[in-house]
């Protein structure tokens, strides 16, 4: 019987583990009409410098401070991290979860997905 109830808590910790949630660019500025979001660029220094979505910030994912950098938002913040494709996000945004910040989200496809009218291509002053 013991060991059928340790069965049942293993898999309902697995069940309830949280996923961040991939969302396209639509969904993202509908849900910005109602939630504020912060907005993270996940690639490198050099990528977020030649375009960027307007008002985000870099923390490149292969940093090796990556996760530190995020103990300066609340775990309860609303997060959308992005990338060149979505592969870098959708992993860091796992990374977070991971660690207990509750409402990450990554963007589906990255920039390649969304119109590049979007993007700020504004040089940035080093």
Not at 86 to 113: M, Q, T, W
Request: proline share 2%; with cysteine.
């Amino acid at each position: 019987m013991i060991k059928i109830n340790l069965l049942i808590v293993f898999f309902l910790s697995l069940y309830s583990y949280s996923q961040p949630y991939s969302i396209n660019y639509n969904e993202y500025l509908e849900l910005s009409k109602k939630n504020k979001f912060k907005l993270i660029d996940v690639r490198t220094v050099d990528e977020f410098n030649l375009n960027r979505l307007p008002n985000s910030i870099n923390i490149d994912f292969y940093d090796s401070v990556f996760l530190e950098r995020f103990e300066k938002f609340n775990e309860e913040d609303n997060i959308l991290l992005y990338c060149r494709s979505g592969r870098r996000s959708l992993i860091g945004a796992e990374i977070l979860v991971k660690n207990g910040y509750k409402n990450i989200y990554d963007l589906k496809g990255g920039v390649i997905s969304i119109d590049k009218s979007i993007l700020d291509f504004t040089p940035l002053d080093d």
